[in-house]
């Protein structure tokens, strides 16, 4: 008990309950975190690729674009942006 000061990083227990310690999570915890963070990473990409196809689909066929397109364009560009469209709300609705 004479004036010695614990050693760095330690702490002493004041009276008032066990000593909460942080633990390692479990391997299988940080693989399964990883692949959540990346299949949300995943996700975003997926998403934001969605809503630029659906942008430069809406500028091709309402842009004055669509003169310069075949029908074969025409029609698939319509569907991409209808489907888009349609994901897009269905997903705003659950």
Same mark, same amino acid.
């Given at each position: 008990?004479?004036?010695?000061?614990?050693?760095?990083?330690?702490r002493?227990?004041?009276? #008032?309950?066990?000593?909460?310690?942080?633990?390692?999570?479990w391997?299988?915890e940080?693989s %399964?975190?990883?692949?959540? !963070? &990346?299949?949300?990473?995943?996700?975003?990409?997926?998403?934001?690729?969605?809503?630029l196809a659906?942008?430069w689909?809406t500028v091709? #066929?309402?842009?004055?674009?669509?003169?310069a397109?075949?029908k074969k364009?025409f029609?698939c %560009?319509?569907?991409?942006s !209808? &489907?888009?469209?349609?994901?897009?709300?269905?997903r705003e609705?659950?």
């Amino acid at each position: 008990m004479g004036g010695r000061a614990p050693p760095a990083g330690s702490r002493r227990n004041s009276g #008032l309950g066990p000593e909460k310690q942080q633990q390692e999570p479990w391997p299988e915890e940080m693989s %399964l975190n990883e692949l959540a !963070m &990346i299949l949300a990473y995943l996700q975003k990409g997926v998403i934001g690729m969605g809503y630029l196809a659906l942008t430069w689909s809406t500028v091709v #066929l309402l842009g004055g674009f669509v003169t310069a397109l075949g029908k074969k364009d025409f029609w698939c %560009l319509t569907a991409i942006s !209808m &489907i888009r469209a349609a994901w897009g709300c269905l997903r705003e609705l659950s």
